[in-house]
């Protein structure tokens, strides 16, 4: 097949060039995944620029102008208590967003320790340590969620609260939340970077740099980790958008963020009650749920992309 | 062989132990243990004149105290747990008062139905969906494909989930489909084919729901194996024999493609037995979902530890499950 | 030999799985059929046994010369007349010979049918239906059809009728409450209501291995019930208390030949047992809705439907939508779908629509913790209330489909006292007010008092957007008058153990009504220690004294002016601002007839009927 055969001929042809670099090229070609990266670019920019004039506006009532819809005034028209969607929108695309980011960065964190330490030590600790994530993805998740939620939320909000933070309360539910995604995520990482960081201890640069009497941290940060780099930015990559996901999917139970702090996933769980035929409030649910759709399809095209950039098999 | 599953049989006791252990932990440590929440709707009270009794009832029915009422340490409530358990007794659920086996046992055939149709329907689609974006890699069909099934997969089921309910369910739209249940009301006279198609198009929408997201990570998948088969020696060889290029594809490429496909099913298998809380929630389904979060909800204890026991079990024997297939399916695979 | 998976292989075993396949199917069929052979021969044994019942009663007929009137059995002996007088002795004496009709019943109207269907939606499927066990609201809507008891509420007056009893007689000091039982009414088995199953429902709802606490404390007051022959019971009662009749009448009379057990653990256990007296068997449950079947055996009126089937769909709009599709005979709806749909023309026309108060609905409410300073004095939580414009609430998030609260008590209720005003939304007075309560405004623009600023949390159950709606709104105009409150979401069990510790300033939850409630639960100032529902500690000499008069006062007219004085002192304490009780909406199917609401009950179901022509099932 011709088809299958050509990249490999002008593979040849073509002057070497670093796997990054190729990579590079391999991830702006796609353009769906530009496009997303694009998009991206647009929500963050909108949803974090907008923030002086949110966090002042999103929690301004006026019952006079109660479900009012989109008009000149109120671009994306009013919630029931007659706040104006669009601040709450934009608020809403920013606390997700951070939680999505966070959350990976905290399953991204502990995936990472958890599978190199494991990989690189085998044995026991080996054992003990996959044992160890055997046993917490057999945890209901939503279980551990609430828990979480039931045990930090007043702690932390207790802590931002003697801080002199404004909206403590809001903004212990999101750190709980992200920890809470972030701690339940990593599982899966941990499995993959240890599984790759034991083909690499096998490796003969890494016997190499042991024979030279490499500390073992040092094999690991300088020799291992830079390997693990791709892997590393796909997983994160893919887990932001679920994280958002799991986010709205918790809102949806009401187990999510607390209102009055907006986020896409709350505010959609409360616009699902506005879907009904007639004289319906359309905006309250069609806003959030476009955000969070293009927000989710701009993501898993970047993930995608990225994935496909860094992975040999399907160059 | 016999000797590695009897290892890995083995192996999985500390993993459960570990497992009980910080399952019996992360329950016992929860705030509002033995005021049973979930008899409350809209906010409204009930007469809390009996909660103390009511509470000591709880303590003794959990294990807390004994029956002349001193308290239990915790380490012999765990063991008590952990004994029973052993014994084969699942508990008793504190709030409907049925052991947990019968309560799985009514919720379990509609989750199970619901999750196999869709499953089978995602394997349908994204078996011959892989092979043809494979195939035509970097040709329309493949990123058109690879665009519709992510964009797909971005929708959250929050939003299908409604607006197929509002619209498809609904008679000042589109009356095609019942709204909710899993049964027309008068089953009675129905004959056994007709009470079948009759649940078949009541599940319609749920499917829908539960399949729509799927596709994406299958198709992507098979497609990454087949891609990466095309490149191996052995078609190479086969090509270079003459083989008719129908034959390498099917006979060599897409079987051996198929190898990686074992441990994804078998992966995904204990999740058959756990429903989504969210398709039962806006479809009004009794499945096993709804079980699990409104048991956490209100604190019914044993049916929480039951349920995450059982999960957890069966996902230790679906891993083994996956090697040993591994195993057969490609000699080539040896464990010791 | 080759150890591949051919395409034959493959056609092999897909053969193979579709044989095996078919054979399940077979099974299953033959299965089916089975059960219908079953089904079918226990109709022929209820049949058998009706013919014996006729038999039964045509020789009773014969042997007292009973005769027929009307359609209905009346025994010619006994004097006709209804009888409810107070003796000169102070005995309180109410005889009905015959069982009360229900007001407006339809029996007599030109196009009265039996028959049909009635489908209704219970939202959650109910936990269990064990009487006495079972806490949800779907499982006592199930039992109210099967189970009966000694008395019944007539929906009009709201006085307790003999129904299962014939008669009942109050002792002059309230302390003896004898009834007499019916002599023809029996269980759906064919076995007689006695004195013994009284006594036996009695038993077991006092037994401790039983997990009723929360129905068993209302018997704490009883001393004790006695069986006098077959059909004869007296209860004793340690104090007096109004509630008396209402607790012992109001019991659940339960079949002694089926209920027996040996161990109280057995009974909580019988989940899915449910015999009773009344109009409707408990036919079966499954995982979709639970069937009533008509009782034929019923010794009341004969119900006019075949089949009552409660089934379970949770989401509000889905069972709108079964509602609207003919899934669903009734729905309820939430107060946005009634604008919505009442609003659309024709409608109306083609749906019974009705909404009304009854006096049974609770309230929702704030509750101050009086033991915190910022609380502790009544102008400040006048001001509180001041500053909150209760009918706004109303008009927008509840649609205007509910009423203000005076107090704690229902405003249809007889204990409500009409001349307690509501107090007016005035924020103006309200910061006069605050000034006077000795709160001056701080350099950061929040209230203070004796150096503390007016700061505190206000806890309220997640999921539920009113609540949290309602709160986020008393926030802002909190928030314009200098009280900073922080808004506190907490899962119930959580919150409800805070609350059970102290531990809050102020909570926001609804309290489930009655139609005369004993206030002391609530507000009596013992109710404060140990865990009482009196979590704010309200503590008020005046109002403890009208408590236990109160309680302890038979005399319906002296009971209700000592309630009224009652609710004038907590509505002038405010030690909780009361908002709202809701409205009861309720869609019904155009084919029923008579569904009008009757009295303060709303529409009763048993009341409804289908013309012949209309009847949808069979």
């Known amino acids: 097949m011709s088809s299958i055969e050509l990249p490999i001929r002008h593979r040849i042809i073509a002057r070497p060039r670093s796997p990054l670099r190729l990579a590079l090229d391999r991830f702006l070609a796609n353009r769906l995944a530009v496009a997303g990266l694009i998009g991206m670019c647009f929500f963050v920019l909108a949803c974090y620029g907008s923030l002086p004039w949110t966090l002042h506006t999103f929690n301004h009532q006026d019952l006079r102008e109660a479900l009012a819809p989109p008009s000149w005034q109120h671009w994306m028209g009013t919630d029931a208590l007659g706040r104006d969607l669009l601040s709450r929108f934009l608020l809403g695309g920013a606390i997700s967003l951070l939680i999505g980011i966070f959350s990976a960065l905290v399953a991204v964190g502990i995936g990472l320790s958890v599978g190199l330490v494991s990989g690189y030590a085998g044995g026991r600790l080996d054992a003990l340590l996959m044992r160890g994530v055997d046993v917490l993805y057999g945890l209901p998740y939503i279980l551990l969620v609430i828990l979480l939620r039931v045990a930090l939320v007043d702690r932390i909000a207790h802590f931002f609260n003697a801080t002199g933070l404004p909206h403590a309360q809001g903004l212990a539910g999101i750190v709980v939340l992200l920890v809470g995604i972030g701690g339940v995520s990593w599982l899966t990482m941990a499995r993959v970077i240890r599984s790759q960081t034991m083909s690499l201890v096998n490796q003969p640069f890494v016997e190499a740099a042991r024979a030279t009497g490499a500390k073992p941290s040092r094999i690991l940060l300088r020799h291992i980790l830079p390997n693990l780099i791709g892997s590393v930015a796909v997983y994160a990559a893919l887990t932001v958008p679920n994280a958002i996901l799991a986010e709205s999917f918790l809102s949806f139970l009401g187990l999510g963020v607390q209102p009055p702090v907006p986020t896409w996933g709350n505010l959609a769980a409360s616009g699902v009650e506005a879907i009904n035929p007639i004289h319906t409030q359309w905006w309250l649910i069609t806003w959030p749920c476009v955000g969070l759709t293009l927000a989710l399809l701009c993501l898993n095209f970047l993930g995608d992309a990225l994935r496909d950039a860094l992975d040999v098999r399907t160059r | 062989m016999t000797t590695y599953i009897i290892r890995r049989l083995l192996l999985m006791i500390p993993t459960l132990l570990g497992m009980t252990f910080m399952l019996f932990a992360v329950v016992r440590f929860a705030p509002g243990l033995t005021t049973s929440g979930g008899q409350v709707s809209g906010g409204i009270m009930q007469s809390r004149q009996a909660q103390k009794q009511e509470q000591q009832i709880m303590e003794r029915r959990l294990h807390l105290v004994d029956k002349n009422g001193h308290p239990i340490n915790l380490a012999m409530q765990y063991f008590l747990w952990l004994k029973s358990t052993c014994e084969g007794h699942l508990g008793t659920s504190l709030v409907y008062q049925e052991p947990v086996l019968t309560l799985i046992e009514q919720r379990l055939p509609v989750t199970l139905t619901i999750n196999a149709i869709a499953m089978a329907v995602i394997y349908l689609v994204s078996l011959p969906g892989g092979l043809i974006t494979a195939l035509n890699q970097g040709r329309f069909i493949d990123k058109g494909y690879g665009f519709f099934s992510l964009a797909l997969y971005s929708l959250p089921v929050i939003w299908l989930g409604s607006t197929l309910l509002g619209f498809f369910a609904n008679p000042q739209y589109f009356n095609w489909f019942p709204s909710a249940g899993l049964h027309s009301t008068n089953t009675g006279n129905m004959t056994f084919f007709r009470y079948i198609a009759d649940y078949l198009y009541h599940i319609v929408l749920p499917i829908v729901c539960s399949v729509y997201g799927g596709f994406a990570f299958l198709s992507k998948q098979i497609r990454g194996s087949i891609l990466e088969n095309l490149q191996q020696d052995y078609v190479r060889t086969a090509r270079a024999k003459g083989l008719p290029e129908s034959t390498v594809l099917v006979r060599h490429v897409f079987r051996n493609s198929l190898l990686n496909l074992i441990t994804l099913t078998g992966m995904s298998l204990p999740g058959l037995l756990g429903g989504s809380v969210i398709i039962e929630q806006i479809f009004s389904i009794n499945g096993m979902g709804r079980l699990a979060y409104t048991s956490t909800l209100s604190r019914d204890l044993p049916v929480i530890q039951d349920l995450a026991l059982v999960g957890s079990v069966l996902t230790l024997l679906c891993y083994l499950a996956v090697d040993i297939c591994y195993h057969l399916a490609d000699p080539r695979v040896i464990y010791d | ?618």
């Not at chain 3, 010979?97 to 019943?105: E, I, Q, S, T, Y």
């Not at chain 3, 499982?139 to 129904?163: H, N, Y």
Request: net charge positive; aromatic share 12%.
């Open chain 3, 1 to 618: 030999m080759d150890n591949r998976f051919t395409l034959k292989d493959f056609i092999f075993t897909v053969l193979l799985l579709l044989i095996i396949g078919a054979a399940v199917m077979a099974m299953a069929q033959f299965n089916y059929v089975n059960k219908q052979v079953i089904a079918l021969s226990g109709q022929i044994k209820t049949l058998n046994q009706q013919q014996l019942d006729q038999t039964q009663i045509l020789q009773q007929i014969l042997r007292h010369g009973l005769k027929l009137q009307s359609g209905k059995v009346r025994g010619t002996t006994a004097s006709q007349k209804d009888i409810r007088e107070t003796l000169p002795d102070g005995t309180h004496y109410v005889c009905y010979p015959n069982p009360p009709m229900l007001p407006h019943n339809p029996y007599s109207r030109p196009d009265y049918a039996r028959g049909d269907w009635l489908v209704e939606n219970l939202g959650e499927n109910p936990h269990t239906l064990t009487p006495f066990v079972s806490r949800d609201e779907g499982a006592s809507v199930v039992q109210g059809w099967v189970q009966e008891s000694l008395l019944s509420r007539d929906p009009i007056t709201l006085k307790w009728e003999p129904w299962l009893a014939r008669s009942y007689r109050i002792s002059p000091n309230g302390l003896k409450i004898t009834f007499k039982i019916r002599r023809r009414a029996c269980f759906s088995n064919g076995h007689p209501v006695t004195a013994q199953d009284v006594l036996f429902s009695y038993n077991t709802m006092m037994n401790p291995g039983v997990d009723d606490a929360p129905q068993r404390v209302y018997f704490n007051d009883v001393k004790s019930c006695r069986a006098v022959g077959q059909r004869t019971v007296i209860f004793t009662f340690k104090h007096p208390y109004f509630k008396s009749l209402e607790v012992v009448g109001g019991l659940s009379i339960l079949p002694e030949s089926v209920y027996q057990f040996k161990k109280a653990g057995e009974f909580n256990k019988r989940g899915r047992l449910l015999v009773g007296s009344g109009p409707y068997l408990f036919d079966k449950w499954t995982s979709g809705e639970i069937v009533l079947v008509r009782n034929p055996r019923y010794w009341g009126p004969l119900p006019t439907f075949n089949r009552i089937i409660y089934r379970f769909i949770q989401n509000p709009q889905a069972a709108l939508q079964a509602f609207l599709a003919g899934q669903l005979d009734t729905d309820p709806p939430e107060p946005s779908q009634w604008i919505k749909y009442t609003k659309q023309p024709g409608f109306a026309k083609s749906h019974h629509c009705y909404k009304f108060l009854t006096p049974a609905a609770g309230y929702m409410f704030v509750c101050w913790n009086l033991k915190k300073p910022e609380f502790k004095d009544r102008l400040t939580r006048t001001a509180l209330c001041m500053l909150v414009d209760r009918n706004a609430i109303i008009k927008t998030f509840l649609h205007g489909l509910a009423q203000p609260m005076t107090g704690p008590f229902n405003p249809l209720s007889p204990q409500n006292n009409p001349k307690v005003k509501p107090i007016s939304y005035d924020p103006a007075k309200a910061r006069a007010l605050l000034q006077r309560a000795g709160w001056k405004m701080g350099t950061d623009g929040i209230l203070q008092r004796n150096g503390k600023p007016f700061k505190f949390q206000i806890l309220l159950p997640s999921r539920e957007p009113l609540i949290q709606n309602i709160c986020v709104y008393m926030k802002q105009q909190f928030a314009k008058a200098g009280i900073d409150m922080s808004v506190q979401p907490l899962e119930f069990s959580v919150m409800i153990e805070k609350i059970d510790n102290r531990q809050f300033s102020s909570y926001f939850l609804g309290w489930s009504g009655g139609i005369e409630n004993d206030p002391y639960q609530i507000w009596d100032s013992a109710s404060y220690a140990d865990k009482g529902s009196n979590a704010g500690d309200f503590d008020n000499a005046q109002a403890d004294k009208l408590i236990s008069q109160g309680r302890r006062e038979m005399n319906t007219a002296k009971r209700m002016a000592i309630w009224h004085k009652f609710q004038a002192i907590v509505y002038r304490q405010q030690p909780y601002m009361f908002l709202f009780t809701s409205e009861a909406l309720m869609f019904i199917n155009q084919r029923f007839h008579n569904t009008a609401p009757v009295g303060k009950y709303g529409p009763l179901e048993a009341n409804w009927f289908v013309p012949a022509k209309l009847q949808k099932y069979q």
